[in-house]
């Protein structure tokens, strides 16, 4: 019966997806040097999303959110051809938008249109990305919004915990800066400068262009010319990934007035491209779901604990808890990550998790914008973006004793950080580590 649910559903996530994936076949194609990826919508929507990638590796922690300030000029200081209001005036006529993202990994500049817009749109499109004015007097404005914002979050434990733990984890690293900025770094932007930041990433050799529509290949390969021309080649870029590996447990803290503590823990993920990255993904999620039961329902120790896969150029586990009792949660955390490295994961659990894990991949990319926005992660981090094609069957393949070594072979040594009362915490128990090991599994 099991066997027969299991294939309904993912029968039914695969046929919820094939209108929007499999209308017509996707395709690539250079234009100018730039890889286009197209995947008609058989829909009226299109949805183009230009990728600019590199994110934290292509400036110095000092320069924290400059990109992310780049990104949002393109809109909000208006371009060569109209101010901010005009810009703004004209898309909102058609019911269009244009704006732009930056993660950690890449940036992305998004137009969203109706199909019949698309002329009207798409030179507007290409004015934010080709000719933004990056106006001082507006520049400050959405500065001064970022800062605020900035400090408003500094309020916020959930965000101060992330925070924190990407500091102490990341020490040294790219991955350690905040793309959102820092007050002091923010603070010492100015439109002259990031303006000259963006038009050095702006090359054809870190672009991608993704469309999701239902455009005619020529079309498509005309316009994006067009927009390419005067954008220069640039040198060859490729992201690149960094394995994060933990030696040994450590613990930091930092003592904060809080209604109750938060403890955060990171350590080894594989990287996107790599043989266990599906495998791990849901291992994770199986893990997430257990570590709520012990946690929260079992315990009574956390309202909302969390565990997760945070997948990039440097992909990690992650636990985070909000908890009174930091030395229970620890005792907990531990006996349950030794009992699964121990049995592994059931075979049921892991034919379920697949089921969710496909059938919420699936319902969340039914939207151009979201099909759009796989299709340029997986050919930024994965270098394929095929994979959001193929990812049912990819996942349908795994095996229980799959899932349960990725599992074994990245939970190791973990990096702890805690924010809230010190008196409450014993730093000990959370440097023993699990299973009475030192050593990480993981070799590369």
């Known amino acids: 019966m099991k066997k027969y649910i299991y294939g309904l559903l993912v029968a039914i996530a695969v046929g919820s997806y094939s209108p929007a994936f499999a209308q017509k076949p996707a395709y690539d194609m250079m234009v100018d040097g730039v890889k286009v990826i197209v995947q008609p919508s058989g829909n009226d929507i299109v949805v183009i999303q230009t990728v600019i990638k590199g994110g934290v590796q292509n400036y110095p922690a000092a320069k924290a959110g400059i990109e992310s300030m780049a990104m949002s000029a393109l809109t909000e200081c208006g371009s060569l051809k109209h101010d901010k209001n005009s810009f703004k005036n004209a898309l909102e006529k058609i019911s269009a938008s244009v704006y732009g993202y930056t993660n950690k990994n890449y940036a992305t500049v998004t137009l969203n249109c109706i199909k019949t817009d698309f002329d009207t749109a798409w030179p507007l499109y290409v004015e934010a990305i080709t000719m933004p004015k990056f106006d001082a007097k507006e520049f400050d404005r959405i500065k ?3 800062i605020t914002q900035l400090k408003s979050e ?22 350690a800066t905040d793309p959102s900025g820092t007050v002091p770094s923010l603070t010492a932007l100015t439109a002259l400068g990031t303006k000259a930041y963006y038009q050095s990433i702006l090359t054809k ?12 290949r020529a079309d498509i390969e005309a316009k994006v010319k067009a927009m390419l021309t005067g954008i220069k080649q640039g040198a060859p870029f490729e992201l690149k990934k960094d394995f994060f590996r933990v030696y040994k447990n450590t613990f930091s803290s930092e003592g904060r007035e809080l209604a109750t503590n938060y403890v955060e823990g990171v350590t ?52 985070s808890v909000s908890t009174t ?23 049921d ?17 039914e939207t151009n914008n ?30 229980p004793d799959q899932v349960s070594d990725a599992f074994r072979k990245y939970i190791g040594n973990i990096v702890w950080v805690y924010q809230g009362d010190t008196k409450k915490v014993n730093p000990l128990l959370f440097t023993n580590g699990t299973l009475k090991k030192g050593d990480n599994a993981v070799s590369h």
């Open 370 to 399: 979201a099909q759009a926005s796989s299709i340029a992660s997986n050919e930024a981090l994965h270098n394929n973006w095929r994979r959001s094609l193929t990812l049912v069957n990819d996942v349908k393949k795994l095996t």
């Open 144 to 146: 001064q919004d970022a």
């Open 325 to 347: 009792q930091p030395d229970k949660y620890i005792a907990v955390f531990d006996k349950l990550v030794d009992r699964i490295k121990n049995e592994g994961f059931r075979k």
């Open 205 to 216: 050799s870190r672009m991608t262009i993704v469309v999701v529509a239902d455009m005619e």
């Open 268 to 319: 080894s993920g594989p990287a996107p491209g790599t043989p266990d990255y599906d495998a791990f993904n849901v291992a994770m999620r199986i893990f997430a779901d257990k570590h709520f039961l012990d946690i929260r329902t079992n315990n009574g120790l956390s309202y909302a604990p969390s565990a997760w896969f945070s997948s990039g150029a440097t992909s990690v586990a992650r636990f």
């Open 154 to 175: 500094e309020g916020q434990p959930d965000v101060a915990i992330d925070k924190f733990a990407d500091k102490v984890a990341f020490a040294g690293r790219s991955y």
């Open 349 to 365: 659990e892991v034919a379920d998790m697949k089921v969710t894990y496909l059938t919420s991949f699936y319902y969340k990319n």
